[in-house]
């Protein structure tokens, strides 16, 4: 790779006071057999078959210096927040875990937003038991539920957060308005959507959040695979860069916004490497404006 990015653009401190790695790892593809964990359609439903291969990742983007992970209560059915304390409690000076509640799984295909306040409560309280941890750095609400008031969700993450055991509060897959509507109930640390070069839809959040000072933390980043084989519309400049375009993908989030922190998801460790090597990676203003169309 021929170009450096200043260090100091490395990082985005979440909630102001907590500094993570521009480049997080989504650990919800840590599930099941090797051929279930690709595309939209995939179980997320059981452990992992191969769990030490799983641990191993794990402890080796820590030791990238990967400090955000991201998983949730429905990943599995709270298998995977048991993978990340296996692998990486007890937990190292500066490793954020961020988790999700609000969504339940009553089968394996579907995934449902259920935001009864009592609900979210109990979830965190069984988060904090599979974490191994007295305090979720992150608990971000997967779902808002139109069946419950807006207040009463939030409400319960910040009592949980007055309580201690919730350092940030995070949201999930809304807009600008939700945004507003929940920062007027209680600090919001991030805001976590669907967002790659090839799903456009929420730059309208990208810009709000980061006027806010709310980390992005793009889903998706890397279309589920789609934006990393060779007749993805990134080749061209990854050929410039002598990249991969998986890379390319990661450093026009990064370049987009300085509040983008993406989580790619991968169970390959030379994949994972790539992934947290694109932090290195910088776009020209020209490259920039190509991709970004
Ligand atoms: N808030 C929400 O509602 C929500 C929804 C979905 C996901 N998420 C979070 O977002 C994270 C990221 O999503 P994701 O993992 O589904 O999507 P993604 O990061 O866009 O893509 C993951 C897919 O891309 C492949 N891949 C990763 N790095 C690659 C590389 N360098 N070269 C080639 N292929 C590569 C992986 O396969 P290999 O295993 O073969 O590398 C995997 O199939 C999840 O882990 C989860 O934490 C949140």
């Known amino acids: 790779m021929t170009n450096m990015t200043n260090l100091t653009h490395t990082t985005f401190a979440l909630g102001s006071d907590l500094p993570v790695s521009r480049i997080g790892y989504g650990a919800m593809r840590l599930t099941g057999a090797p051929a279930d964990r690709s595309g939209a359609g995939a179980p997320i439903w059981r452990a992992p078959t191969d769990r030490d291969a799983a641990v191993a990742l794990?402890?080796?983007?820590?030791?990238?210096?990967?400090?955000l992970f991201d998983t949730a209560d429905a990943y599995a059915l709270g298998a995977n927040e048991e993978l990340i304390a296996e692998a990486l409690h007890p937990y190292r000076d500066g490793v954020t875990i961020a988790t999700k509640v609000g969504?339940?799984?009553p089968s394996v295909g579907e995934w449902v937003p259920l935001g009864h306040p009592a609900y979210l409560r109990q979830q965190a309280e069984l988060a904090l038991r599979r974490l191994k941890s007295d305090r979720i750095d992150l608990l971000q609400l997967h779902r808002i539920d139109p069946e419950y008031p807006l207040e009463e969700q939030i409400g319960a993450l910040r009592q949980l957060q007055e309580e201690g055991k919730v350092r940030h509060i995070g949201l999930s897959e809304v807009s600008v308005?939700?945004?507003?509507?929940?920062?007027?109930?209680a600090p919001i640390a991030s805001v976590q959507n669907m967002y790659n070069l090839a799903t456009r839809e929420h730059e309208a959040v990208v810009d709000h959040t980061a006027a806010r000072g709310i980390a992005f933390l793009p889903f998706f980043p890397i279309a589920m695979g789609e934006l990393a084989g060779p007749d993805s519309p990134l080749a061209a400049v990854a050929g410039e860069l002598g990249a991969s375009p998986s890379q390319v993908a990661l450093a026009w989030q990064l370049h987009r916004s300085p509040n983008i922190v993406p989580i790619p998801g991968t169970s390959s460790p030379a994949h994972l490497e790539e992934n947290?090597?694109?932090?290195?990676l910088a776009l020209t203003e020209d490259q920039f404006k190509r991709i970004n169309g």
């Open 177 to 185: 308005e939700q945004v507003t509507a929940a920062e007027a109930i």
């Open 276 to 280: 947290v090597a694109a932090l290195q």
């Open 103 to 105: 969504v339940v799984r």
């Open 58 to 67: 794990l402890r080796r983007a820590a030791d990238l210096g990967v400090t």
